[in-house]
Protein backbone atom coordinates (compact mmCIF):
# COMPACT_ATOMS: atom_id res chain seq x y z
CA UNK A 1 0.00 0.00 0.00
CA UNK A 2 2.95 2.81 1.19
CA UNK A 3 4.86 1.85 -2.23
CA UNK A 4 2.22 2.08 -4.04
CA UNK A 5 0.31 4.99 -2.93
CA UNK A 6 3.59 6.78 -2.61
CA UNK A 7 4.54 6.22 -6.31
CA UNK A 8 1.17 7.10 -7.76
CA UNK A 9 -0.55 9.55 -6.02
CA UNK A 10 0.94 13.22 -6.11
CA UNK A 11 -0.50 14.54 -3.40
CA UNK A 12 -0.63 12.46 -0.51
CA UNK A 13 1.83 9.80 0.91
CA UNK A 14 2.47 6.97 3.61
CA UNK A 15 4.23 6.33 5.99
CA UNK A 16 4.21 2.75 7.38
CA UNK A 17 6.05 1.30 11.03
CA UNK A 18 5.62 -1.10 13.20
CA UNK A 19 5.65 -0.70 16.90
CA UNK A 20 3.19 1.61 17.56
CA UNK A 21 1.13 2.39 20.92
CA UNK A 22 -1.72 4.69 22.03
CA UNK A 23 0.22 7.86 22.41
CA UNK A 24 1.67 8.09 18.64
CA UNK A 25 -2.21 7.14 17.78
CA UNK A 26 -3.34 10.32 19.30
CA UNK A 27 -0.28 12.65 19.15
CA UNK A 28 -0.44 11.96 14.88
CA UNK A 29 -4.36 12.61 14.87
CA UNK A 30 -4.18 15.34 16.86
CA UNK A 31 -1.44 17.17 14.72
CA UNK A 32 -4.00 16.58 11.55
CA UNK A 33 -2.49 13.41 10.16
CA UNK A 34 -4.92 10.63 10.02
CA UNK A 35 -3.69 7.27 10.98
CA UNK A 36 -4.51 3.60 9.22
CA UNK A 37 -3.99 0.78 11.14
CA UNK A 38 -4.08 -2.83 10.88
CA UNK A 39 -5.53 -5.02 13.48
CA UNK A 40 -7.34 -8.57 13.84
CA UNK A 41 -11.01 -8.70 13.15
CA UNK A 42 -13.73 -11.61 13.96
CA UNK A 43 -17.41 -9.92 12.01
CA UNK A 44 -19.24 -13.48 13.40
CA UNK A 45 -18.32 -17.58 14.17
CA UNK A 46 -18.73 -18.36 10.79
CA UNK A 47 -16.58 -15.55 9.13
CA UNK A 48 -13.63 -16.02 11.68
CA UNK A 49 -10.59 -14.22 12.42
CA UNK A 50 -9.03 -12.06 9.93
CA UNK A 51 -6.87 -8.94 9.28
CA UNK A 52 -8.58 -5.70 8.74
CA UNK A 53 -7.94 -2.27 8.16
CA UNK A 54 -9.05 1.00 10.25
CA UNK A 55 -9.04 4.36 9.16
CA UNK A 56 -8.36 6.63 12.57
CA UNK A 57 -9.22 10.64 12.39
CA UNK A 58 -10.25 11.53 15.98
CA UNK A 59 -9.98 10.64 19.24
CA UNK A 60 -11.44 11.62 23.02
CA UNK A 61 -9.65 11.13 26.11
CA UNK A 62 -12.60 11.49 28.18
CA UNK A 63 -14.89 8.72 26.67
CA UNK A 64 -11.70 6.48 25.96
CA UNK A 65 -12.41 6.10 21.95
CA UNK A 66 -11.12 6.91 18.43
CA UNK A 67 -13.56 7.97 15.86
CA UNK A 68 -13.03 5.27 12.84
CA UNK A 69 -13.55 5.07 9.23
CA UNK A 70 -14.45 1.54 8.60
CA UNK A 71 -15.02 -0.04 5.87
CA UNK A 72 -16.99 -3.09 7.52
CA UNK A 73 -19.35 -1.08 9.53
CA UNK A 74 -19.62 2.59 8.15
CA UNK A 75 -18.29 6.18 9.00
CA UNK A 76 -17.09 7.39 12.08
CA UNK A 77 -17.33 4.23 14.65
CA UNK A 78 -16.02 4.86 17.59
CA UNK A 79 -13.46 2.15 19.33
CA UNK A 80 -12.03 2.37 22.58
CA UNK A 81 -8.50 2.60 23.44
CA UNK A 82 -8.43 -0.72 25.22
CA UNK A 83 -10.37 -2.74 22.35
CA UNK A 84 -8.19 -0.91 19.40
CA UNK A 85 -4.77 -1.85 21.58
CA UNK A 86 -5.97 -5.27 22.03
CA UNK A 87 -6.39 -6.15 18.66
CA UNK A 88 -3.94 -4.27 16.88
CA UNK A 89 -1.47 -5.92 18.87
CA UNK A 90 -2.18 -9.30 16.66
CA UNK A 91 -0.16 -7.20 13.75
CA UNK A 92 3.07 -5.80 15.45
CA UNK A 93 0.91 -2.71 16.16
CA UNK A 94 1.69 -1.70 12.63
CA UNK A 95 0.94 1.95 11.43
CA UNK A 96 0.25 3.99 8.12
CA UNK A 97 0.38 7.88 8.67
CA UNK A 98 -1.69 9.65 5.91
CA UNK A 99 0.23 12.60 4.80
CA UNK A 100 0.09 15.61 2.18
CA UNK A 101 3.41 15.31 0.46
CA UNK A 102 6.27 17.72 1.29
CA UNK A 103 5.23 17.21 4.98
CA UNK A 104 7.65 14.64 5.68
CA UNK A 105 9.67 16.70 7.61
CA UNK A 106 6.61 17.06 10.15
CA UNK A 107 5.60 13.68 10.20
CA UNK A 108 8.76 12.67 10.94
CA UNK A 109 9.21 15.10 14.11
CA UNK A 110 6.46 13.69 15.54
CA UNK A 111 7.25 10.53 15.86
CA UNK A 112 9.99 10.86 17.22
CA UNK A 113 12.38 7.69 17.34
CA UNK A 114 10.02 5.89 15.27
CA UNK A 115 10.47 7.92 12.39
CA UNK A 116 13.64 5.21 11.52
CA UNK A 117 12.33 2.12 10.80
CA UNK A 118 14.74 -0.16 12.78
CA UNK A 119 14.13 1.79 15.73
CA UNK A 120 10.28 1.13 15.21
CA UNK A 121 11.53 -2.75 14.98
CA UNK A 122 13.13 -2.24 18.33
CA UNK A 123 10.17 -1.21 19.79
CA UNK A 124 7.88 -3.65 18.89
CA UNK A 125 10.59 -6.41 19.21
CA UNK A 126 10.68 -4.99 23.22
CA UNK A 127 7.21 -4.81 23.74
CA UNK A 128 7.01 -8.17 22.32
CA UNK A 129 9.63 -9.64 24.73
CA UNK A 130 7.59 -7.90 27.49
CA UNK A 131 4.39 -9.37 26.48
CA UNK A 132 5.13 -12.25 25.88
CA UNK A 133 7.23 -12.67 29.30
CA UNK A 134 4.17 -11.36 31.14
CA UNK A 135 1.73 -14.14 29.30
CA UNK A 136 3.92 -17.04 27.86
CA UNK A 137 0.41 -18.22 26.35
CA UNK A 138 -0.07 -14.77 24.08
CA UNK A 139 0.07 -16.26 20.49
CA UNK A 140 0.26 -12.86 18.75
CA UNK A 141 3.09 -11.56 21.47
CA UNK A 142 5.13 -14.36 20.78
CA UNK A 143 4.17 -14.08 16.69
CA UNK A 144 5.21 -10.54 17.23
CA UNK A 145 8.54 -11.52 18.66
CA UNK A 146 9.06 -13.87 15.87
CA UNK A 147 8.34 -10.76 13.04
CA UNK A 148 10.79 -8.63 14.60
CA UNK A 149 13.23 -11.04 15.08
CA UNK A 150 13.45 -11.85 11.30
CA UNK A 151 13.20 -8.26 10.56
CA UNK A 152 16.38 -7.99 12.35
CA UNK A 153 18.13 -11.71 10.78
CA UNK A 154 17.55 -13.32 13.73
CA UNK A 155 15.89 -16.32 12.22
CA UNK A 156 16.90 -19.15 14.58
CA UNK A 157 15.48 -17.21 17.81
CA UNK A 158 12.39 -15.92 15.79
CA UNK A 159 12.05 -19.37 14.53
CA UNK A 160 11.54 -21.00 18.00
CA UNK A 161 9.08 -17.82 18.58
CA UNK A 162 7.30 -18.96 16.13
CA UNK A 163 7.46 -22.45 17.39
CA UNK A 164 5.73 -21.45 20.17
CA UNK A 165 3.01 -19.35 18.82
CA UNK A 166 1.76 -22.43 16.64
CA UNK A 167 1.72 -24.64 19.80
CA UNK A 168 -0.53 -22.28 21.20
CA UNK A 169 -2.93 -22.10 18.64
CA UNK A 170 -2.83 -19.01 15.70
CA UNK A 171 -5.35 -17.85 13.68
CA UNK A 172 -5.65 -20.04 10.44
CA UNK A 173 -5.97 -16.72 8.54
CA UNK A 174 -2.58 -15.51 10.17
CA UNK A 175 -0.11 -16.39 6.99
CA UNK A 176 -2.34 -14.45 4.62
CA UNK A 177 -1.14 -11.04 5.88
CA UNK A 178 2.23 -11.53 7.80
CA UNK A 179 5.07 -14.12 6.08
CA UNK A 180 8.21 -13.80 8.01
CA UNK A 181 7.50 -17.57 9.58
CA UNK A 182 7.89 -18.56 6.14
CA UNK A 183 11.54 -16.73 5.84
CA UNK A 184 12.56 -17.69 9.20
CA UNK A 185 11.87 -21.34 8.90
CA UNK A 186 13.60 -20.83 5.24
CA UNK A 187 16.57 -19.08 6.65
CA UNK A 188 16.89 -22.39 9.09
CA UNK A 189 16.78 -24.79 6.59
CA UNK A 190 13.19 -25.89 7.39
CA UNK A 191 11.70 -26.43 3.98
CA UNK A 192 9.54 -28.85 4.75
CA UNK A 193 7.81 -26.64 7.46
CA UNK A 194 7.40 -23.85 4.90
CA UNK A 195 6.20 -25.93 2.01
CA UNK A 196 3.36 -27.78 4.58
CA UNK A 197 2.46 -24.11 6.10
CA UNK A 198 2.34 -22.68 2.70
CA UNK A 199 -0.09 -25.54 1.18
CA UNK A 200 -2.31 -25.72 4.44
CA UNK A 201 -2.85 -21.85 3.78
CA UNK A 202 -3.04 -22.46 -0.07
CA UNK A 203 -5.71 -24.98 0.23
CA UNK A 204 -8.32 -22.59 1.74
CA UNK A 205 -7.37 -19.31 0.10
CA UNK A 206 -5.46 -20.61 -3.54
CA UNK A 207 -4.79 -16.99 -4.66
CA UNK A 208 -1.79 -15.68 -1.78
CA UNK A 209 1.46 -15.08 -3.65
CA UNK A 210 3.39 -14.79 -1.34
CA UNK A 211 2.77 -18.44 -0.26
CA UNK A 212 3.47 -19.50 -3.53
CA UNK A 213 6.14 -17.87 -3.62
CA UNK A 214 7.91 -19.36 -0.55
CA UNK A 215 6.65 -23.04 -1.70
CA UNK A 216 8.62 -21.93 -4.62
CA UNK A 217 11.66 -21.17 -2.62
CA UNK A 218 11.57 -24.31 -0.55
CA UNK A 219 10.73 -27.20 -3.29
CA UNK A 220 13.67 -25.79 -5.10
CA UNK A 221 15.48 -26.27 -1.83
CA UNK A 222 14.55 -29.56 -1.91
CA UNK A 223 15.45 -30.41 -5.32
CA UNK A 224 11.96 -30.27 -6.59
CA UNK A 225 12.71 -27.85 -9.75
CA UNK A 226 9.59 -28.24 -11.03
CA UNK A 227 7.66 -27.67 -8.85
CA UNK A 228 9.51 -24.86 -7.80
CA UNK A 229 8.86 -23.34 -11.57
CA UNK A 230 5.23 -23.98 -11.00
CA UNK A 231 4.99 -22.45 -7.91
CA UNK A 232 7.02 -19.12 -8.85
CA UNK A 233 5.10 -18.72 -12.15
CA UNK A 234 2.03 -18.71 -9.82
CA UNK A 235 3.01 -16.33 -7.86
CA UNK A 236 3.78 -13.85 -10.90
CA UNK A 237 0.40 -15.07 -12.20
CA UNK A 238 -1.52 -13.42 -9.29
CA UNK A 239 1.42 -10.59 -8.73
CA UNK A 240 3.01 -10.16 -11.94
CA UNK A 241 4.98 -6.79 -10.49
CA UNK A 242 6.36 -9.23 -8.03
CA UNK A 243 9.86 -8.93 -8.09
CA UNK A 244 11.14 -11.52 -5.64
CA UNK A 245 9.24 -14.55 -7.37
CA UNK A 246 10.84 -12.62 -10.76
CA UNK A 247 14.59 -13.18 -9.75
CA UNK A 248 13.91 -16.46 -8.18
CA UNK A 249 12.19 -17.33 -11.01
CA UNK A 250 15.26 -16.48 -13.81
CA UNK A 251 17.58 -18.01 -11.05
CA UNK A 252 16.39 -21.54 -11.51
CA UNK A 253 16.05 -20.80 -15.13
CA UNK A 254 20.04 -19.64 -15.35
CA UNK A 255 20.81 -22.79 -13.18
CA UNK A 256 18.89 -25.09 -15.89
CA UNK A 257 20.23 -23.24 -18.60
Do not use: C
Amino acid sequence: MQAYVNARVDSLQLLYRPGGDLNVLRTLISSGYPVIVEKGFQPDEEKGWMGHYLLLTGYNDNTQTFTSQDSYTGPNIPVSYGELDADWQAFNRMFIVVYPEGERGAVFELLGTRAEENESYNLALESAQEESTLDPNNAFALHNLGVSLSYFGEFAEASSAFDKARAIGLARRMLWYQTEMYQAYFNMGRYSDVVNLASSTLETTPNLEESYFWRGKARHALGDVEGALSDLKKALEYNPYFKDAELALDEINLDAG
